[in-house]
């Protein structure tokens, strides 16, 4: 049964905060005139405002609390019933128009219970407007419901006085068992949601963790929502207990519920048409449209989600994209794309760069007697068309996928790979260093691509984009340790076990060949590690660079943390500091990415040259002015190689006769597509080659080698 509680009339607009929830000394409108910064300073009415105002078909249950500031025009506000205290900023006789709609200012057709209002605002046909401080030059028009309760969380993790623990909201991320569950909160980096679901096995970090987020909060009952400066809010439902910043745009919402919206003039954000979002944080920039639902989740600044997407109890990293699928329990670092229709991700840790194609299925828990599994996947992962993916499943940096429904667990640990279930034969093929071999546009375009889809203005975690890097350049060494024990065939094919949850066979193809590869581009890598580190530098000589190269007795370990990449050692450290208590907040550890930000230059390149002298079995006594000289060479040799496999794997899409066949000729094609000689990233490529060309010779002739 419904339990509808009866009221005097006359309380209607008061007792916000019951009485045992207030301070000493405080009454129900202390935090409301702590959060109303407009600066205005209000007024009682005149007797002739009272007069214009009545005669205008506007109610109140006690005029004298309706206040004003010394610009009101009381013709302004017409056919509204106000209960409780309410301050209105100044009224004048302009109309605003935004996006086409055009709203004159003043408050009309409304019901306002204890509100404050700036300046030149627009409010029209608002049925309940209750417990909300809106900025300036805002226009809300065709509301149902636009209310704050006094214990509004505004999708944070955190209960106020007298409520029970069961009321908070976790996030239950990377697994749908809630054993990794998370307290949102709003500035939560991804950094922050992996550190905290990753680590279950020490409860006193996890404690640090909870205690960080209640202390950006207090548990005091009495906050009213705000809508910022110039935001615009249209023919909606439902708008409750939602806090929202300057400049947003919210168009035919059903349901916004218990959310709190980032949005500035630098950053607009916007919700549309039939969206119902739920228990939330929406980050600076974001797009939300056409039917969208999200329940219990994080979405970083400049993401979207669109065409009726569903993201429910997961994070979504900055940058990224889902539509028309469906995504649960998942923790997504930056730059993910999913906009394809009928794909679904399940209980999964997606470390960036990804793409998920349509029709994929990623993570089922069929296999098991328990909803308990997970997917780990590195960065760069890209399971293609319709593919299934059993859980617990793990797989290397840069896995691409090829359509096919996999019966077992899978264990990839080679990067780079091609994964491939044979089904005529029966067995899982890899093909480890497919990238370099066959789809290098592919792999240089999205590191470009990603970089230069980066919107964030405020960059506390310095994300990396690029494919040869700490994380995937030991991942590559550890690959070449399982490779040289494999012994091929006259082909270069080898069997494997442990790389599938099954008794089929395991193939790992090209064996030598990738072996190469790796090896190639590791050198690859420490020498441009250099070579950048030169160019900043302007070294006399080549004794003063080598001086200035610090190589490691031991090749430093790496973490992926939400897309920053961190040494493990600095991660261990920060978990010890945070249990001492020499960090004690978020904040302290927003600050502690942003210096290791600062110092991943240095350590990157550290990292290179010891990686570098390790692929070549030397030592830095073994670094000469002539092995610096051949390096440089065999990095140019290595750069133009991957121009050619850039331009080749492109230049396949023009000499496919399946591509071409819908074209009736060359001009029809290029006209449709566009010339090949004219694709900007590779004349882009061709050009940082030649500047690599110049760039080699001048330091050849400044260090004399």
């Known amino acids: 049964m419904n339990i509808i509680q009866k009221h005097p009339v006359n309380n209607l607009g008061y007792n916000f905060v019951a009485p045992q929830y207030l301070p000493k000394g405080k009454n129900e409108y202390h935090l409301r005139n702590k959060q109303n910064r407009n600066g205005i300073s209000y007024r009682k009415l005149s007797a002739l405002e009272i007069e214009v105002l009545v005669r205008n078909r506007n109610t109140s249950d006690d005029w ?102 069961k009321v908070r909201v976790w996030l239950e991320l990377c697994n749908e068992n809630g054993g990794r569950s998370v307290l949102p909160f709003n500035g939560m980096l991804p950094g922050d949601a992996y550190l905290w679901s990753k680590y279950r096995d020490d409860d006193a970090l996890l404690n640090k963790f909870k205690e960080f987020t209640e202390n950006r909060f207090d548990k005091l009952r009495g906050y009213y929502g705000k809508i910022g400066d110039r935001t615009v809010i249209k023919n909606c ?107 679904f991700l399940c209980a999964a840790v997606v ?11 990623i993570g089922s828990n069929h296999n098991s007697r328990a909803a308990d599994g997970e997917i780990v996947a590195g960065r760069g992962f890209w399971p293609g068309l319709c593919v299934s993916l059993k859980h617990n499943s793990k797989f290397a940096a840069f896995t691409i996928i090829a359509k096919g429904d996999f019966p077992a667990e899978l264990n990839i640990r080679v990067p780079f790979s091609l994964v491939s279930n044979d089904v005529s034969n029966d067995m899982l093929v890899v093909m480890p260093a497919y990238w370099f071999m066959y789809n290098m546009y592919a792999l240089a375009r999205n590191a470009h691509k990603y970089f230069d889809r980066d919107r964030r203005t405020e960059k506390i975690q310095h994300l990396e984009y690029d494919f040869l890097a700490p994380d995937t350049v030991n991942e590559i060494f550890d690959g070449l340790q399982i490779l040289q024990k494999l012994k091929p065939d006259a082909e270069g094919t080898a069997t494997i076990t442990g790389w599938e949850n099954t008794d089929r066979t395991t193939k790992i193809l090209k064996v030598p060949q990738s072996m190469a590869i790796f090896k190639e581009v590791i050198q690859y890598y420490g020498t441009m590690e250099i070579l950048n580190h030169l160019q900043k530098n ?19 370990q790496w973490l992926n943390i939400g897309g920053q990449l961190i040494q493990k050692t600095a991660v261990e450290n920060l978990r010890r500091n945070i249990k001492s208590g020499k ?81 009736d000729t060359n001009e029809e094609m290029n006209k449709v597509v566009g010339r090949l000689e004219d694709n900007s990233f590779i004349q882009q490529q061709l050009g940082e080659l030649e500047e690599m060309k110049k760039l080699v010779k001048a330091v050849a002739r400044k260090l004399k080698l």
């Open 583 to 663: 960090v004690k907040s978020w904040d302290d550890m927003h600050n502690f990415y942003r210096q290791q930000g600062e110092a991943y230059t240095a350590d990157k390149l550290n990292h290179g040259y010891t990686s570098l002298l390790e692929i070549l079995n030397s030592t830095p006594k073994q670094f000469t002015p002539a092995l610096f000289k051949q390096l440089l060479q065999q990095a140019l040799d290595t750069k133009e190689w991957m121009c050619k496999g850039i331009f080749n794997s492109r230049a396949k899409d023009y000499s496919n006769p399946f591509k071409k066949m819908v074209y």
């Open 64 to 165: 004298n609390n309706i206040l004003v500031s010394s610009f009101f025009n009381a013709e302004l506000v017409k056919n509204c019933k106000f209960f409780g205290l309410v301050r209105i900023g100044k009224l004048e006789p302009y109309y605003l128009e935004f996006h086409n709609l055009r709203m004159a200012v003043g408050l009309y057709n409304s019901t306002i219970i204890s509100c404050d209002f700036g300046d030149n605002v627009c409010i029209d046909n608002v049925n309940y407007l209750g417990h909300y401080i809106i900025g300036n030059e805002v226009m809300i028009a065709n509301v149902n419901e636009l209310a704050c309760t006094d214990n509004a969380k505004f999708g944070n993790g955190i209960i106020k006085e007298g409520e029970d623990e």
């Open 351 to 361: 470390m960036g760069q990804s793409n998920i194609a349509a029709g994929a299925t």
């Open 237 to 343: 439902k439902i708008i409750k207990d939602v806090w929202v910043g300057t400049d947003a745009y919210f168009k035919g919402a059903n349901k916004l519920k218990n959310l709190t919206v980032n949005s500035d003039e630098e950053r607009t954000s916007q919700i549309g048409e039939g969206c119902e979002l739920v228990n939330g944080i929406v980050g600076y920039g974001c797009r939300i449209f056409y039917g969208a639902k999200a329940v219990r989740f994080i979405m970083a600044s400049h993401c979207q989600l669109k065409y009726g997407a569903r993201l429910i109890n997961s994070y979504l990293g900055n940058n990224s994209t889902i539509s028309c699928c469906e995504v649960l329990n998942s923790l997504i670092f930056p730059a993910h794309e999913q906009h394809h229709n009928n794909s």
């Open 538 to 556: 302007k070294f006399a000589d080549f004794e003063t660079l080598k001086k200035s190269l610090s190589a490691k007795i031991q090749r430093s």
